[in-house]
C-alpha cells in the first residue's frame, strides 16, 4: 500500500526516472556497440604487393579515425591461418583465389574480389620453355613457405605432370628470385605480382630472360575456375627492344578482401568504399571499374558486402564522417525502439495513474448504492442511525479524498448524492415514526 501511496504521488517523478534509466541503458548500449577503433590486416612479406595495398588502407582508413595495423606475413597461406585463429587479433586479410578450399572457412567472408594476380613465369633466354625437357634437373623458384605464389605453382605444375622433372624446387622471395635469374643462378622463377610490380617491370623488359606462355591456358580456366586468362601484349615490356616478342598468356586468380564473420558492418562499409577509391581505376588487364567485385569465389560474400555492390554505400556514411555517421546510425537504430516503447508508455501512464483514483471514487458510489438499496428494501424495519452512520463515514471519506481537478466534480456530485439519499433516509424514518 505505502508503495502504491508513492508511485501515486509521484508519478511524474517516477515516470521521468524510468525514462532516465533507459535512456542510460541505451548510451551504454550505444557505446558497446560502436564500431572498433583499431584493426588489424594480414598482408604479405615485406615489400611485397599486399603489404603496399595494405598501406593504402592504412593511409585512407586514418583519414577516418581507424588505426589499421598492418601484420606481415609470408603471403596467402599465412593470411588464412591467422584469419581462422580465435587466438589472433587479424580480423582482414587479402587472400589469392584458389588459397581456400570450399567450404573449410565457414567463419570467414568476403568483401569481393579486389584485383588480378597475375602468375609471371620467367625463364632464362636460352631454355626452351616450359617443356619437360626445358625444365629437367632445373632450379625453379616458386615463392615462399605459405604463399600464393607456391600454392598455385605446385598445383600447376602437378596437373601439367611436371613436378617430377624440376631438379630443385626454391622457395624465393620476388626480389631474390629475380636477382638469381639474372645472375644465372637459378632457371625460372614464377611470380605472383601486379604489373606495376618493380620485379615485373625489370625482368620484362631484359634480354636475358623470357616470359613463359601458359600452355593450355582455356583448359586449366576450365578446371580452376577461380583462374582467369590474360594476355600481355607484345612490346609492352621495351617497344624498342620488342619484349615480349609476341603476345603471352597468363594465369591470373583475383585477390580477395575477406573478413572475420563477426566484424562490425560499418567497418566492412568502411573497407569496400575504401576498396573503390583504391581498386576502381583501369589496369593493364581490365578497365575502369571493374574492381572492386561482387564475386565471393573462395568464401560467399558478407551480407555488407551484398547490400554495397547493389545499393552503394550507407545514406548517412555519403554526407558525414566516418564516426559521426556511425554513431547516428546507432542511435537511430536504439532511438527507434525506445520511442517504440516509451511513447505509449508516457500515453498510458496518466490512465495507469488515474485510474486507482477512479476505482476509489467508484468504491464510495458503490457503497452509496448499496445504502440507498437498503433503504428502499428496508420498509419499517429501517435501521436509521446504522444507515446514518454510514452515510457520515461515506461524506468523510468522499471530502477527504485528493483527487485531480479533473476528478474535483466527481467528487462533489458524490456528495451532492450523499446528501440526496440522506434526505431519503429522513424521509423513511419519518414515515416509519
Given at each position: 500500500m505505502a508503495i502504491r501511496a508513492f508511485l501515486r504521488a509521484n508519478w511524474p517523478l517516477v515516470a521521468i526516472g524510468v525514462i532516465a534509466f533507459l535512456i542510460l541503458c541505451a548510451a551504454i548500449l550505444l557505446?558497446?556497440?560502436?564500431?572498433?577503433?583499431?584493426?588489424?590486416?594480414?598482408?604479405?612479406?615485406?615489400?611485397?604487393?599486399?603489404?603496399?595495398?595494405?598501406?593504402?588502407?592504412?593511409?585512407?582508413?586514418?583519414?577516418?579515425?581507424?588505426?589499421?595495423?598492418l601484420v606481415t606475413t609470408a603471403g596467402a597461406l599465412e593470411n588464412l591461418a591467422l584469419l581462422r585463429d580465435p587466438r589472433s587479433s587479424v580480423d582482414i586479410a587479402l587472400i589469392q583465389g584458389g588459397v581456400i578450399k570450399k567450404?573449410?572457412?565457414?567463419?570467414?567472408?568476403?568483401?569481393?574480389?579486389?584485383?588480378?594476380?597475375?602468375?609471371?613465369?620467367?625463364?632464362?633466354?636460352?631454355?626452351?620453355g616450359l617443356t619437360p625437357e626445358g625444365l629437367r634437373g632445373r632450379k625453379v623458384s616458386i615463392g615462399?613457405?605459405?604463399?600464393?605464389?607456391?600454392?598455385?605453382?605446385?598445383?600447376?605444375?602437378?596437373?601439367?605432370?611436371?613436378?617430377?622433372?624440376?631438379?630443385?624446387?626454391?622457395?624465393?622471395?620476388?626480389?631474390?628470385?629475380?636477382?638469381?635469374?639474372?645472375?644465372?643462378?637459378?632457371?625460372?622463377?614464377?611470380?605472383?605480382?601486379s604489373w606495376d610490380a618493380p620485379t615485373v617491370r625489370r625482368l620484362i623488359a631484359d634480354q636475358r630472360v623470357r616470359l613463359a606462355d601458359a600452355p593450355h591456358a582455356a583448359a586449366y580456366v576450365a578446371l580452376y575456375p577461380f583462374l582467369n586468362k590474360l594476355t600481355v601484349p607484345a612490346g609492352v615490356g621495351d617497344l624498342a627492344k620488342h619484349l615480349p616478342s609476341s603476345d603471352v598468356?597468363?594465369?591470373a586468380p583475383t585477390a580477395s578482401l575477406v573478413v572475420r564473420g563477426d566484424l562490425h558492418p560499418a567497418i566492412q562499409y568502411l573497407l569496400l568504399s575504401t576498396a573503390t577509391q583504391i581498386h576502381s581505376g583501369a589496369g593493364m588487364f581490365h578497365q575502369a571499374g571493374r574492381f572492386p567485385a561482387a564475386e565471393g569465389i573462395d568464401v560467399p560474400l558478407s551480407d555488407v558486402a551484398v547490400q554495397?555492390?547493389?545499393?552503394?554505400?550507407?545514406?548517412?556514411?555519403r554526407y558525414l564522417p566516418f564516426w559521426m555517421a556511425s554513431l547516428a546510425a546507432r542511435m537511430l537504430v536504439l532511438l527507434i525502439p525506445i520511442v517504440a516503447v516509451l511513447y505509449p508508455m508516457l500515453r498510458f501512464l496518466p490512465t495507469l495513474y488515474y485510474w486507482p483514483m477512479r476505482q476509489r471514487i467508484w468504491r464510495l458510489y458503490e457503497e452509496l448504492r448499496r445504502v440507498e438499496d437498503e433503504i428502499r428494501a428496508g420498509g419499517q424495519a429501517t435501521d436509521s442511525s446504522?444507515?446514518?452512520?454510514?452515510?457520515?463515514?461515506?461524506?468523510?471519506?468522499?471530502?477527504?479524498?485528493?483527487?485531480?481537478?479533473?476528478?474535483?466534480?466527481?467528487?462533489?456530485?458524490?456528495?451532492?448524492?450523499?446528501?440526496?439519499?440522506?434526505?431519503?433516509?429522513?424521509?423513511?424514518?419519518?414515515?416509519?415514526?
Amino acid at each position: 500500500m505505502a508503495i502504491r501511496a508513492f508511485l501515486r504521488a509521484n508519478w511524474p517523478l517516477v515516470a521521468i526516472g524510468v525514462i532516465a534509466f533507459l535512456i542510460l541503458c541505451a548510451a551504454i548500449l550505444l557505446l558497446e556497440t560502436m564500431p572498433p577503433r583499431t584493426i588489424e590486416m594480414a598482408t604479405g612479406p615485406e615489400g611485397g604487393a599486399y603489404q603496399e595495398i595494405g598501406k593504402q588502407y592504412q593511409a585512407a582508413l586514418r583519414r577516418e579515425g581507424v588505426e589499421l595495423k598492418l601484420v606481415t606475413t609470408a603471403g596467402a597461406l599465412e593470411n588464412l591461418a591467422l584469419l581462422r585463429d580465435p587466438r589472433s587479433s587479424v580480423d582482414i586479410a587479402l587472400i589469392q583465389g584458389g588459397v581456400i578450399k570450399k567450404g573449410e572457412a565457414p567463419d570467414l567472408e568476403s568483401l569481393g574480389t579486389m584485383f588480378y594476380e597475375p602468375l609471371w613465369i620467367f625463364h632464362r633466354s636460352e631454355l626452351p620453355g616450359l617443356t619437360p625437357e626445358g625444365l629437367r634437373g632445373r632450379k625453379v623458384s616458386i615463392g615462399p613457405t605459405g604463399s600464393g605464389t607456391r600454392i598455385l605453382s605446385l598445383e600447376l605444375l602437378k596437373r601439367s605432370g611436371l613436378d617430377q622433372q624440376v631438379g630443385e624446387l626454391l622457395a624465393l622471395e620476388p626480389q631474390a628470385a629475380a636477382d638469381k635469374l639474372l645472375a644465372g643462378e637459378i632457371d625460372v622463377a614464377a611470380i605472383s605480382a601486379s604489373w606495376d610490380a618493380p620485379t615485373v617491370r625489370r625482368l620484362i623488359a631484359d634480354q636475358r630472360v623470357r616470359l613463359a606462355d601458359a600452355p593450355h591456358a582455356a583448359a586449366y580456366v576450365a578446371l580452376y575456375p577461380f583462374l582467369n586468362k590474360l594476355t600481355v601484349p607484345a612490346g609492352v615490356g621495351d617497344l624498342a627492344k620488342h619484349l615480349p616478342s609476341s603476345d603471352v598468356t597468363l594465369f591470373a586468380p583475383t585477390a580477395s578482401l575477406v573478413v572475420r564473420g563477426d566484424l562490425h558492418p560499418a567497418i566492412q562499409y568502411l573497407l569496400l568504399s575504401t576498396a573503390t577509391q583504391i581498386h576502381s581505376g583501369a589496369g593493364m588487364f581490365h578497365q575502369a571499374g571493374r574492381f572492386p567485385a561482387a564475386e565471393g569465389i573462395d568464401v560467399p560474400l558478407s551480407d555488407v558486402a551484398v547490400q554495397f555492390y547493389k545499393s552503394g554505400q550507407p545514406f548517412l556514411q555519403r554526407y558525414l564522417p566516418f564516426w559521426m555517421a556511425s554513431l547516428a546510425a546507432r542511435m537511430l537504430v536504439l532511438l527507434i525502439p525506445i520511442v517504440a516503447v516509451l511513447y505509449p508508455m508516457l500515453r498510458f501512464l496518466p490512465t495507469l495513474y488515474y485510474w486507482p483514483m477512479r476505482q476509489r471514487i467508484w468504491r464510495l458510489y458503490e457503497e452509496l448504492r448499496r445504502v440507498e438499496d437498503e433503504i428502499r428494501a428496508g420498509g419499517q424495519a429501517t435501521d436509521s442511525s446504522a444507515l446514518s452512520a454510514r452515510l457520515d463515514k461515506l461524506e468523510k471519506e468522499a471530502s477527504n479524498l485528493r483527487v485531480p481537478v479533473e476528478y474535483m466534480n466527481t467528487t462533489y456530485l458524490l456528495r451532492e448524492q450523499i446528501d440526496v439519499v440522506r434526505g431519503r433516509l429522513k424521509a423513511a424514518a419519518g414515515g416509519t415514526a
